[in-house]
């Protein structure tokens, strides 16, 4: 795996699969999660879209988190599996600066609308009376929007500063992808300005959707204190512990990126962090939503049933 053709505009990521008795290991467990995040955010859409008991504000919210990981993943993980089976690690100026703006634009959306979704519990747990009113079919595609233009505000404000530097004759990331951290350790120029005001922007963009998390759920939890029905309170904090478990996730190890000082990190960190919210998040957000919530196990046992009717059925003739 040594020795890349590599032009004066390609880099060259140092990637995953760097030690030679452990790439394969890598290689199959990597691809086993991409598919499984495929097939269960796939099949999360069908079923939100398909059984209209899910025909709800919340499982449409969850129908675009889905879509928005399934790109999200395949953004980075199938470059990095072609370029072992093809024995290399290269990567195009022009590749590079579309992965980050892509990158940074899912991944920003994904933000937002994970904090958006905490309005939605919210309302609906303190406000059920008036749940279809501010949750309304509009206020769910303004909730989408609002998540879309936020991350594609951060791609197209940073990536076009981030690609612009000049970059250092090796060009070689010490990542798998191209994430802007790594990225601008090549430049040959002064970054600490960019740097700085990256760093707010990303602080901003964490902690905007982060505070409505925090307020939300703690409206969440004065209300629940105050439910004399055990029986609700159950209900509650089911409805409520997916949500928080996807959002403690995702929003821990981008805050460890992106927010603790670059003194504490080391190369091998910061790919494990990365691989926890660019890899193993988006298979783990639909296994979470559907291994800990009655109404999805529910359209999943329904739509299998449909499909036992059917093949019965086309025995028949």
């Known amino acids: 795996m040594e020795g890349y053709n590599t032009s004066s505009t ?14 394969g290991l890598v290689f199959a467990t990597i ?53 072992y089976l093809l024995g290399q690690r290269t990567i195009s100026f022009v590749g590079c600066t579309a992965q980050h703006f892509l990158y940074l634009t899912l991944v920003g959306a994904e933000f937002f609308l994970l904090g958006l979704m905490a309005y939605d519990r919210y309302v609906a747990i303190c406000n059920p009376l008036r749940y279809p009113v501010l949750m309304s079919r509009r206020i769910c595609w303004i909730i ?90 159950k209900k509650a904090f089911a409805t409520c512990s997916s949500h928080m478990t996807v959002v403690t996730l995702f929003y821990g190890a981008a805050i460890y990126t992106y927010m603790v000082p ?14 926890f919210y660019t890899i193993l998040t988006p298979m783990l957000n639909p296994l979470i939503y559907s291994m800990r919530n009655k109404d999805v196990s529910g359209a999943l046992r329904r739509a299998l049933g449909k499909i036992r009717s059917s093949q019965r059925a086309a025995k028949h003739f």
């Open 31 to 83: 691809s086993v999660i991409f598919l499984t995040a495929l097939v269960a955010n796939g099949i999360m859409i069908f079923l939100i879209h398909t059984d209209t008991q899910l025909h709800t504000p919340m499982y449409f919210l969850l129908s675009h988190l889905s879509f928005i990981d399934m790109m999200y993943i395949s953004t980075i993980v199938p470059k990095m599996l072609f370029d």
């Open 144 to 233: 989408i929007a609002g998540s879309w233009f936020g991350g594609s505000l951060d791609g197209f404000l940073l990536t076009p500063i981030t690609m612009s530097f000049p970059f250092c004759s090796s060009r070689e990331i010490n990542h798998f992808f191209c994430e802007a951290p790594a990225v601008l350790k090549l430049a040959c120029a002064d970054t600490a300005l960019y740097e700085t005001v990256m760093y707010v922007c990303c602080v901003l963009m964490l902690l905007i959707p982060f505070s409505v998390v925090i307020s939300s759920y703690a409206r969440i939890l004065a209300t629940v204190y105050h439910m004399s029905s055990v029986e609700g309170r």
């Open 262 to 275: 670059h003194a504490y990190h080391s190369p091998s960190q910061d790919k494990i962090f990365s691989v």
């Open 10 to 23: 390609d880099f060259t990521f140092m990637g995953l699969f760097n030690r030679e008795e452990t790439s």
